[in-house]
């Protein structure tokens, strides 16, 4: 049994496929930007699913598809200003697709819609003029009573 090491995970990595050695990253792993490379992981009882849900998604716009690195699971690109992985996952089951409901596939899943759901919403928000709210924090101070204010006036305060 041979140890694995640096350049045997590289190969295993970039294994062939079509006769061509392909780089791509995991599905899960952060990704910045918004070309999202995710894998979509069916049901072992069901290997059927994977080539119909193949030609279903390869009618999408802007999708790009190729076999998963795991067993029964088809890896996809897309942009998250298109589709999202929920988005995705909700319309298969709708056709009857069953995935993978495997505790580590529900944590995964669970944190991918987070993180894509949070990137979409900070997206659609604007951002913040750093001046501005140093303007609006500098007025609300002002205003603010602070220090050893007393509203007590002069003539009835008394000096002891």
């Known amino acids: 049994m041979s140890r694995m090491n640096p350049e045997k995970a590289r ?40 080539e119909e849900a193949r030609r279903l998604l390869s009618g999408l716009e802007g999708m790009d598809i190729d076999t998963g690195l795991a067993p029964y699971s088809l890896s996809i690109w ?8 929920e988005g995705l996952e909700a319309a298969l089951v709708r056709q009857g697709f069953h995935l993978d409901n495997s505790l580590y596939s529900k944590v995964v899943r669970t944190v991918v819609y987070f993180c894509e759901e949070t990137q979409m919403r900070n997206m659609r928000v604007p951002e913040r003029l750093i001046k501005k709210s140093h303007e609006i924090y500098s007025k609300a101070w002002e205003h603010h009573p602070h220090g050893d204010h007393d509203d007590t006036p002069p003539e009835l305060r008394q000096d002891r």
């Open 11 to 50: 190969e295993l990595r970039d294994e062939l496929r079509d006769g061509r050695r392909r780089k791509r990253p995991a599905a899960f792993v952060p990704q910045p930007g918004t070309r999202k490379h995710r894998e979509l992981r069916f049901d072992h009882r069901h290997p059927e699913h994977v």
């Open 78 to 85: 897309y942009e998250i200003s298109s589709y999202s992985l």
